[in-house]
């Protein structure tokens, strides 16, 4: 590969890395790990914003975000997962490997947002947290 070839590759790369959060704003950063899911921050601006989460755990890991839920709210447990019944799923990434980043794109309205993972025990244990989005 010539030194043009790949001064344009690293370009191309750098741009759509720099591209890859759609709101203005730097992306929600969130980190799973067994057991336990953090949020970078607390609250976002309205409007379309990325959801950067990284599984740093030895587990298979998900990300759910539902509307519908005050801050402070705990949901109850049937079958050994949190029972959503009453909410509204935004939209989840499924199946996040150890060791590996997904990217989840929401187009977010003002309100408090639960963030979760669901897989059996992982709620119960402590995987949730909060985003309020202002508008």
Do not use: Q
């Amino acid at each position: 590969m010539t030194l043009r070839a790949l001064i344009l590759l690293f370009l191309v790369a750098a741009t759509a890395s720099c591209a890859a959060t759609t709101s203005g704003e730097e992306a929600v950063k969130v980190a799973l790990a067994d057991f336990s899911l953090s949020l970078d921050r607390s609250t976002a601006p309205a409007g379309p914003l990325d959801f950067v989460v990284a599984n740093r755990g030895p587990s298979v890991h998900e990300i759910e975000v539902f509307s519908g839920a005050g801050e402070g709210t705990v949901l109850p447990i049937a079958a050994s997962v949190a029972d959503t019944t009453g909410l509204d799923l935004v939209d989840e990434v499924e199946d996040i490997l150890p060791g590996s980043t997904a990217t989840l794109t929401l187009d977010l309205s003002p309100g408090t947002y639960l963030v979760i993972c669901n897989l059996p025990g992982h709620y119960e244990h402590g995987m949730w947290g909060y985003l309020t989005v202002t508008g």
